[in-house]
């Protein structure tokens, strides 16, 4: 919510400093009252509630978490799996277990506003007592773990995201294929091995590979470019296939790609 609204007054300066007249015409259309409504979108942005802890540095799921049992998931006895078909909701909801964790998802989404340490303690608290559960979780855990140097725990969980119907983890396989995790085993690939992140208007890249593999290669499309890239265990390569030059980061380091000129880190 904060985010949105930050962005709606953002691109409301931008449209009205350099669209006057779609300004006007989206003023007109929408009845909007830009000084009273931003008045009140900017009070909302400052009184915005983010439970967090100080001690452990970490966000609160919600409030009263911390007064739950915090037990991580090695204490579920493995014949109680998945606990949405074993537990009752009641339970459930008493327990600290959670299906798939909203402060990371969070975390994830907005990159920019953590460093690692902050993103590190928050996986450390949160990981433990999620029970993957839903197809949304593991690929997204696995991007975070990369990101704070955790590969062969990212390596696990991008195994469990790309497996979820081949193994039936969740025994539910019945009911359909979950569609979400098989897009977020890419993701885990590409924003979490890869580590690919658009930072300060530039594509970057922070690549890792997991012990098992010997390369890795993937294409993207970027502001109408086509890159490739190939990750193995002495180099990395960026290539740009298609498109005008473009400029990238690698491990912070800038680099100019030029079509049939990759650039070999």
Not at 71 to 98: F, G, K, M, V
Request: hydrophobic fraction near 35%.
């Amino acid at each position: 919510c904060v985010q949105c609204l930050r962005m709606t007054l953002n691109y409301l300066e931008i449209i009205a400093g350099e669209y006057p007249d779609e300004y006007a015409r989206v003023r007109r259309v929408t009845n909007l009252r830009q000084q009273e409504e931003a008045e009140r979108w900017r009070d909302i942005i400052n009184r915005m509630y983010l439970p967090e802890d100080k001690e452990l540095g970490i966000f609160v799921q919600n409030d009263g978490f911390l007064d739950k049992e915090l037990n991580s998931t090695d204490a579920i006895p493995p014949e109680e799996r998945p606990i949405n078909q074993h537990w009752s909701w009641d339970r459930i909801l008493r327990s600290c277990y959670i299906k798939q964790s909203d402060v990371l998802l969070g975390l994830y989404l907005y990159y920019t506003n953590f460093d690692k340490e902050f993103i590190r303690r928050n996986f450390d608290f949160y990981e433990p007592r999620t029970v993957h559960e839903s197809s949304l979780s593991p690929y997204l855990h696995s991007i975070l773990a990369s990101r704070v140097g955790y590969v062969d725990k990212a390596y696990n969980l991008f195994l469990h995201a790309i497996r979820l119907d081949l193994d039936d983890y969740n025994n539910e396989l019945e009911q359909g294929l979950h569609i979400t995790s098989m897009a977020g085993g890419w993701l885990a690939i590409v924003r979490g091995f890869a580590g690919m992140q658009v930072l300060e208007g530039l594509m970057s890249f922070s690549p890792t590979i997991p012990q098992k593999w010997n390369s890795y290669i993937f294409k993207i499309n970027f502001r109408g470019r086509t890159l490739q890239l190939c990750i193995n265990k002495r180099n990395i390569e960026v290539k740009l296939i298609k498109g005008q030059s473009l400029k990238i980061k690698v491990y912070e380091k800038e680099y100019i790609l030029e079509e049939n000129n990759p650039a070999i880190i």
